[in-house]
């Protein structure tokens, strides 16, 4: 059974940076889409950037020039580097993989905080 476990949420500062990463625990291969998705609340889940297994890249329009995913296809991980954070960034993030066979996982979920 895969599970995916997120890292490295918490409180900063406007301005400040933060980066979560993502591991794929189990057997999952390396040919699958990751990303990671925000919810705020009261707002539904969204897309904050995605990568495949070639390293194509996704971004939100809100987090272009901010945030940047990176994969590691070796260990089964993603991280998000998240730059230049505004208090509207403020939710839980959620990594997710997109798999043919495994079908659509996720991650429990980290919250990041942006707020002086």
């Known amino acids: 059974q895969v599970q995916l476990v997120e890292s490295g949420g918490g409180l900063v500062q406007p301005g400040g940076s933060l980066r979560l990463s993502c591991v794929a625990s189990?057997?999952?291969?390396?040919?699958?889409?990751t990303g990671w998705y925000r919810q705020a609340p009261g707002k539904q889940r969204e897309l904050v950037a995605q990568?495949?297994?070639?390293?194509?890249?996704k971004y939100a329009e809100f987090v272009k020039g901010r945030f940047t995913i990176s994969r590691d296809n070796a260990k089964n991980t993603v991280d998000l580097q998240m730059n230049s954070l505004k208090p509207e960034d403020t939710a839980v993030y959620y990594c997710?993989?997109?798999?043919?066979?495994?079908?659509?996982?996720w991650g429990q979920g980290t919250q990041v905080t942006v707020s002086s």
């Open positions: 997710a993989v997109f798999h043919m066979t495994l079908g659509n996982l």
């Open positions: 189990g057997s999952i291969g390396r040919v699958y889409v």
């Open positions: 990568i495949t297994s070639g390293g194509i890249t």
